[in-house]
C-alpha cells in the first residue's frame, strides 16, 4: 500500500513506532519518499539509511537520551545515501498541522514560531488575528498519502483500540488518504473503557496483527521500551559498514518482522 | 563532619532541582532537565507537578526516563493526553509555570540553538532540532537552561536560533508580547548565571564550590559579566546526593539488560 | 464564587448538567449574569426565568426532544422578567470558541458559517488563508469568568475524572479563570483508565459532592436522564405563574439539592 | 394479502430510512431524522454508522434518544469523542457521507430556518436555533431534509437562513466552494423532492399512496414544481412497520415513567 513516492507518516511518540511495518517498507525497496513524523526515531534512522527517503518533515531529530541519528546526519552532512531534503518544524507546529488535516482545514493556527530562524526554512507564515491584532504563526496542513501506525488491539471488524501514550496517531490516521495499522492483538471484543481512543474500522483501511512490531519501540500492557536497544543502535548506527550489515542481516535477509527478532536472538549482547 | 565528595555534574543537577518551586508546574525536556526535576521531586517540592511533551501530566516515575515517552511515565500520570492537546491547551494554554531546557549552545541572551552548526543547508553538525523547546521558551511563565558550560556551548553569536531567550536584550522580548518573561537563570556545571534586570545579559551570580572566576570566563566564548557581589553555592547536602545517586542508580539498572 | 455581572459557563452536553450548582446561583438571587452554553436545556430557562441573567452565548435553546424553552421565549419574545441579549452561534462555532479559550488563542477556526445568516447578528467574522486563499471562519475565543460543571467523581486532592459523553466541559474548564466542580462521588482513589478525561486538581478551583447534582440531566453510571422531567418541564414552564410557583415552591424555598429533590419527590406525577 | 393501515408520518419516516445507503457514515438530528437512520440501521441498512453531534460515534440505541445525548448512546457506540473533535475531525474532517436535518422552514432550495420567524431582534417566535445544523449542511457529502409538509413550513422566502441548501439555486452553491452537494432529497408526509439538476428547485418526484398532486402543491407556500413522470413511493411493507412501531413502543415506555 506504500509506493515509491508516496507522501509518509509513520507515526507513534516514542511509544507504539510501527518498526515491524517500516521494516517491510526497507524490504519492499521503496524509493524516493517523503517521510513525515515528529521523532524520525530509529525507524527513519533505518528508511533513510537504506536511501528510502528523499525529504523529511519532522521536529526532533535525535535517539532520545543516547544522542544522534546517524544515518539521518550523514544523509544531510555527507548526502550519503542519497540527498535529504528537510522541512523542519517545532513539535507545537507539526501537532498544529497534524490537527488541521484530521480537520480538513488548509492551515493550522498556533502562538508558536516567534523570534526563531525555523519560519527562514519551513513553510510557516504569521497572519494578524482579525480581532486583536496580535501576530500568530500559520502552519499548511499535513495530509500524508499513507499513514502507518501500530496499536494494542483491533476487533474482528476492524476496529482499533490504543491506549497510553497516544502521540498524534488519531490526527495522523485522520489526515491520511490510506490507513495502515499493525496490532499486537486482534480480540473478538474491544473492551474499550468510555472515551478510550478508538479507530472505528471504516477510517482504517488495512489492519494486520504483527506481535511484538513496535520492537524496540514499547507497546503498553505488552512489552517494556527495550531502552539498551536504543544504546546500542548509537554503535551500529555511527558507520556505513556496520550499518550495511546490519540491515542486510537482519532486515534484509528476513521475510518478516519474527524472523528479524530470532535474527537478533543470535546475537543477543549485554549492555 | 567529613567534607562531602561530588561531582561537577553533581552539582549542577542539585543547583538546578533547588531553583523548583514546590507546587509549581514543570514542563520538562529530556536528559539535564528531567534528572533536576525529578530529583526537586523526589527531595524539597513534592507536589511538582511534572509534565512531558509526550502528553503525561502530574507524572511521578521512579527512575529516569530515557526518552520523553518512557511507559512509567503514563503509568505514574494523573493524565495522559495528546500530543495537540498537550501543546495547544497546557502549554500555549498559559497552565505552565517552568519551563526547563537543555541547549547545545546559548549566547549571552540565553538565546538557545539546538539545530545546526554551521550553514543549515550544510552543515558541519546537525543537531536534533527544535522539538518542543520554542514553544516552551516563548508559552513558559518562566524559563530555566541547563548545560555545561564550555567555549564551544556558550558562544558569542549562534548559528540558528531555535528557541528564544531574551533575543537582542534589553526590551526585545518584551516588545514581542510573548506570553512568558523567558529564561531567569542558566546552571551550568561551574555555577548559575541570570539575566541583568536591564541589559537582559546573563551575568554570572554563583559560582560552585572550588570553581574560579577565571575558570567560568575562560569556559564562556563572550565577555562573561560578572555580579559585584558574586555568591558561592551551598554545596550539596547529603540528603540531596543520596537522593540525586540513589535516583542515577535505579536508573542505570532500568535502562541496563538485554537488547 | 459567582459574582453579579459575571460571565458564566455552565456546561455538560445533555450529560452532567450542573442543575445543583444552577439552583444555587438562583437562590443567591445573582443579576446581570452573561451565561454561555451550547444548549442552554433547562437550567438557563430556570436562570433567565429568575432574572438571573441579561445576555445568553449559545448555539441551540431547545428542551431536546419536546419543544421549546419557554422562559428563554418569553424573555427573548416579551423581555419578561427581563430583557436577554443573545450572541447566537452554530455548534460547531461555539466547540471552536470554546477550544481556543483553552488554547489561550484569541480566536477559533473552522469552515463554517458559509452561507447562513448568523454572523450578521453575532461577532465572527472571516478570513483568508494565507496558503490555499480559502475563506474561514474566525470566532473569538470564550473565556469565562467562571466555569461550573458536574462530573462523577474526584479524589481527596481533588482530581476529578468524568466520562460518557464529555461535551466541551474540558475545554470551558481550561478557558475559565475561575472554576467550580460538583461530582457524584469524592473517592480515595480514583481508577481511572489510561487517557480517561481526568482535570487535575490544579486547574479546578473547588470541589464539592452533590449527589445527584446533575437531575434531571443524567451521570452515566450513576442515574440516567429523566426523559419524563424534561417532558413535564414544558408545562411547568409554559405560564409565568406555574413557573414562579414551582422555582418558589422547589428552589426558592428549599436551601439544598437534597431537600430539592425531597420537595419534588411530594408531588410525584407520572407522566 | 389484506391492505396494511399505516399513518402519513410512518410513511415519511419509511420513506426517509429507504434513502439510507447501508454502510454510509450519517450524521443524524434528533426527532425524525433520528427515527428514520434508527430504522433504516434496524431494516436494510444495518452497517449504517449513526454518528449524534453529543460525539457518539457508531452507536446502537435501542430506542429512540429523547436527547442528542442520551445514556445508552455513549454505551452502545464504537468510540465516545468530545464535541469540538466531533464537529472538527469529523463532520469538518469530511468524514460523513450523509447528513440527516429537519427544520421549521424550509424554501424552494431546500434552504433552512430554525433560528426565528419574524424580525431577528423582535421576533414573533423564537425558535431554537442552529446547533449542529448550518456545518453538517455544508460539510456533508450529501444531506437529507425530512418534515412535515405544510405552507406555514414550505414557505416562498425565510425570515432567516440558518442552514444553506442551494442557496438562491442554479451553481451558487457549487460557487461557494463547500465541501458537501448539499440537500439531495426532502421526504414529507406527502411524498418526496428533489432539487431540478440545474435550477436545483425542490421538484416533486413521487407522491406517497393515496396523497393528490394538489395535496401536495395547496401545502406549499411556493408554486411547486411537479416531475413530468411523477412515481408513487411505494407502500411500507410489513416488516418496515412492524420495526418502526416496535422501536416506537419501545421508545414511549423508556421515555414514560415517574419523575
Given amino acids: 500500500m506504500v509506493r515509491d513516492g508516496d507522501v509518509v507518516a509513520l507515526e507513534g511518540f516514542t511509544h507504539l513506532i510501527p518498526f515491524a511495518a517500516g521494516h517491510e517498507i526497507i524490504r519492499q525497496g521503496r524509493r524516493d519518499l517523503t517521510l513525515i513524523r515528529m521523532t524520525p526515531d530509529l525507524i527513519y534512522d533505518q528508511l533513510i539509511g537504506s536511501g528510502c527517503a528523499s525529504k523529511l518533515i519532522f521536529s526532533w531529530g535525535g535517539n532520545p537520551g543516547v544522542g544522534s541519528l546517524h544515518r539521518l546526519r550523514d544523509a544531510v552532512e555527507q548526502r550519503w545515501p542519497a540527498p535529504l531534503a528537510l522541512e523542519e518544524n517545532a513539535h507545537a507546529g507539526m501537532a498544529a498541522a497534524y490537527a488541521a488535516g484530521a480537520s480538513h482545514l488548509p492551515f493550522g493556527l498556533l502562538r508558536g514560531y516567534l523570534g526563531t530562524d525555523l519560519p527562514k526554512y519551513n513553510r510557516v507564515k504569521f497572519i494578524e488575528c482579525p480581532f486583536t491584532g496580535e501576530k500568530l504563526a500559520a502552519i499548511p496542513a499535513i495530509r500524508p498519502d499513507v499513514t502507518v501506525i501500530h496499536a494494542q488491539q483491533a476487533d474482528r471488524k476492524g476496529n482499533v483500540l490504543m491506549w497510553g501514550v497516544i502521540g498524534v496517531q488519531k490526527e495522523a490516521v485522520l489526515a491520511a488518504q490510506r490507513v495502515i495499522v499493525t496490532v499486537e492483538e486482534i480480540v473478538d471484543q474491544l473492551n474499550s473503557p468510555p472515551n478510550a481512543v478508538v479507530l472505528p474500522s471504516w477510517v482504517v483501511g488495512a489492519v494486520c496483527q504483527v506481535r511484538g512490531g513496535a520492537f524496540p519501540s514499547y507497546a503498553q500492557g505488552y512489552y517494556p521500551r527495550n531502552n539498551a536497544f536504543y544504546k546500542q543502535w548509537d554503535s551500529i548506527a555511527r558507520e556505513r559498514a556496520t550499518f550495511q550489515a546490519w540491515m542486510q542481516q537482519h532486515v534484509l535477509s528476513t521475510s518478516d518482522f519474527d524472523e528479524f527478532k530470532r535474527s537478533l536472538e543470535q546475537v543477543v549482547t549485554h549492555v | ?259
Avoid at chain 2, 518512557?70 to 494554554?93: H, K, N, R
Avoid at chain 2, 545546526?116 to 521558551?137: F, K, N, Q, T
Fill in chain 2, 1 to 259: 563532619m567529613s567534607e562531602i565528595k561530588y561531582t561537577a555534574d553533581e552539582m549542577m543537577t542539585i543547583a538546578a532541582a533547588r531553583m523548583i518551586r514546590n507546587g509549581a508546574s514543570c514542563f520538562v525536556g529530556i536528559g539535564l532537565p528531567s534528572a533536576a526535576a525529578n530529583l526537586a521531586r523526589l527531595t524539597h517540592a513534592p507536589d511538582t507537578v511534572l509534565i512531558y511533551e509526550s502528553g503525561c501530566i502530574g507524572t511521578k516515575p521512579t527512575v529516569l526516563p530515557l526518552s520523553i515517552g518512557d511507559g512509567e511515565l503514563s503509568e505514574t500520570a494523573d493524565a495522559v493526553v495528546s500530543i495537540p492537546e498537550i501543546f495547544a491547551y497546557w502549554l500555549q494554554g498559559g497552565r505552565i509555570d517552568l519551563g526547563f531546557l537543555g541547549a547545545a549552545q546559548i549566547d549571552r541572551f540565553a538565546n538557545i540553538n539546538t539545530t545546526v552548526i554551521g550553514d543549515y543547508y550544510h552543515p558541519s553538525v546537525r543537531l536534533p532540532g527544535a522539538g518542543g523547546a520554542p514553544e516552551i521558551a516563548a508559552s513558559s511563565k518562566e524559563v530555566l537552561i541547563t548545560l555545561r558550560q564550555n567555549k564551544r556551548a556558550f558562544i558569542e553569536k549562534l548559528d540558528f536560533v531555535t528557541s528564544g531567550g531574551h533575543f537582542s536584550g534589553g526590551d526585545s522580548r518584551a516588545k514581542m508580547n510573548l506570553p512568558g518573561k523567558g529564561p531567569t537563570a542558566v546552571i551550568t556545571d561551574l555555577g548559575i548565571m541570570t539575566p541583568d534586570e536591564t541589559t537582559k545579559e546573563l551575568t554570572l551570580t554563583s559560582l560552585h564550590p572550588g570553581v574560579t572566576v577565571e575558570k567560568a570566563i575562560e569556559s564562556t566564548g563572550w565577555a562573561l559579566k560578572v555580579a559585584p557581589q558574586l555568591a558561592t553555592t551551598e554545596a550539596p547536602t547529603e540528603t540531596e546526593l543520596r537522593v540525586l545517586r540513589d535516583l542515577n542508580e535505579r536508573t542505570a539498572r532500568a535502562h541496563a539488560g538485554q537488547v
